[in-house]
């Protein structure tokens, strides 16, 4: 079999990794109901998913009429503090998905998160499945602070992706996402993307504009081998 074509491999985390909608939506709706809002169905929480928790909450308020900035602060704060504790409830791997970092571990090629979820979030749920100490590096939609604009330097941006290029060591690299935020953030890294159809795609996802359209973790080995 040939040399595998790449160093070093990027996940996202929600949609991409782990299933994490339940957990995500059920801390949307938490502060939803302290703000007199009506819940979503967690099944269509699906759609709020890519952007950030900050993002997440702000979707599903303007859905029903939106809040002024100093009335949707405290909800995002109970959001948030409701997700510290319940993040790992039922979010869980995807089927294949820890086959397929064995089988990349196998071949001596490295693993990386980068993710729009807080690092803090994303280390903790992480740690909870047991997953934390098998990606070189993981990045979180803060871990690298607020640009000139005030907000945080993350996905659509290349730099969390770069990053995690080069925290691997800086050889060949690709990126695995579920969402247009993936796609624009490897397509501005000038690395290849490979997008996970399974996950929250907020566009059909062979319309998003990735090399290659995984169903499923079991198609990724091979999909990567193809590019
Ligand atoms: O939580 C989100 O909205 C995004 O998280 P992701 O970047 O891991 O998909
Ligand atoms: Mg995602």
């Known amino acids: 079999m040939t040399a595998f074509p790449f160093d070093a491999v990027g996940f996202d985390l929600d949609g991409t990794l782990l299933d994490t909608f339940r957990d995500l939506g059920t801390a949307v709706n938490h502060a939803l109901a302290l703000g007199g809002f009506e819940p979503?169905?967690?099944?269509?929480s699906k759609d709020l998913i890519g952007g950030g928790a900050k993002i997440m909450l702000a979707r599903a308020v303007d859905a029903q009429g939106g809040l002024p900035d100093e009335e949707f602060r405290p909800l995002y704060k109970a959001m948030l503090a409701y997700y510290a504790e319940h993040n790992a409830v039922h979010s869980r791997p995807y089927p294949g998905?820890?086959?397929a970092l064995d089988a990349l571990d196998a071949?001596?090629?490295k693993t990386a998160?980068?993710?729009?979820k807080f690092e803090e979030f994303a280390r903790s749920i992480l740690s909870q499945?047991?997953?934390?100490?098998r990606f070189v590096t993981i990045i979180g939609g803060n871990s690298l602070g607020k640009g000139p604009d005030g907000s945080f330097i993350a996905k659509p941006a290349p730099d969390p992706v770069l990053a995690a290029r080069e925290r691997c060591g800086g050889g060949s690299f690709v990126f695995v996402g579920d969402s247009s935020y993936d796609v624009a953030a490897a397509r501005a890294a000038q690395v290849p993307v490979v997008v996970a159809a399974y996950g929250y795609c907020d566009k059909p996802p062979h319309e998003l504009g990735g090399d290659?359209?995984?169903?499923s973790f079991g198609g990724l080995i091979p999909a990567l081998r193809a590019l």
């Open 107 to 109: 071949m001596g090629v």
């Open 40 to 44: 979503v169905p967690v099944d269509s």
């Open 129 to 133: 499945l047991g997953l934390a100490d």
């Open 113 to 116: 998160v980068v993710t729009n």
């Open 212 to 215: 290659a359209v995984i169903d």
């Open 97 to 99: 998905a820890l086959e």
